[in-house]
Nanobody, 120 residues
């Protein structure tokens, strides 16, 4: 049974940083893919980034390129999303999810999410 638990969200001011964690169980971080998604109230869910675990490729949506960085700690089975230079429009619930490969629109299992609020 795959379980994903996110943490690290919070309230920050514009320009500040956060690091989100996604602890994964029942799923090893050496194959398939894990994506980070976000959903803001009244908006469509959007994918932020995707880590292709087999070959180590990481993909980012244009609106976070250069600001967000995804990484993994295979020994701890944790995937991270470093959020830098945060903007008010980054406010959303962020969650991680497993999928067969990056490029797929959907996902298989997901966590409950962690709230990120960027406000002055």
């Amino acid at each position: 049974q795959v379980q994903l638990v996110e943490s690290g969200g919070g309230l920050v001011q514009p320009g500040e940083s956060l690091r989100l964690s996604c602890e994964v169980s029942g799923f090893t971080l050496d194959r398939y893919a894990i994506g980070w998604y976000r959903q803001a109230p009244g908006k469509e869910r959007e994918e932020v980034s995707c880590f292709s675990l087999g070959d180590g490729s990481i993909y980012y949506e244009d609106f976070v390129k250069g600001r967000f960085t995804m990484s993994r700690d295979s020994a701890r089975n944790v995937v991270y999303l470093q959020l830098n230079s945060l903007r008010p429009e980054d406010t959303a619930v962020y969650f991680c999810a497993t999928k067969m490969w990056c490029g797929l629109v959907g996902f298989d299992d997901r966590g409950q999410g962690t709230q990120v609020t960027v406000s002055s």
